[in-house]
């Protein structure tokens, strides 16, 4: 993993924590802001390392519904 993506995940991990903590789920958009007046490069790769993490959150809360309605529909 390269010096770059290490950061990326360090930052998008702290962020989401951020978030959750307070409540905001658009905070990572005004921290890609931040990063982008200094290098867009680690802009970009926080924003991919952020959007993967909060997708792959949906996609487990999608699966835990979908088989909870499942159970429940056969209870």
Do not use: P, W, Y
């Not at 978030?19 to 926080?46: C, H, N, P, W, Y």
């Not at 390392?49 to 809360?61: D, H, L, P, S, Y």
């Amino acid at each position: 993993m390269s010096d770059l993506t290490e950061l990326a995940n360090k930052l998008a991990d702290e962020c989401i924590a951020v978030q959750k903590k307070i409540g905001d789920d658009r905070l990572f958009m005004r921290m890609g802001d931040v990063l982008a007046a200094s290098s867009q490069t680690l802009e970009e790769a926080f924003l991919t390392a952020v959007r993967t993490r909060m997708a792959f959150e949906k996609g487990r809360a999608f699966l835990a519904k979908t088989l909870d309605d499942h159970e429940a529909g056969q209870g």
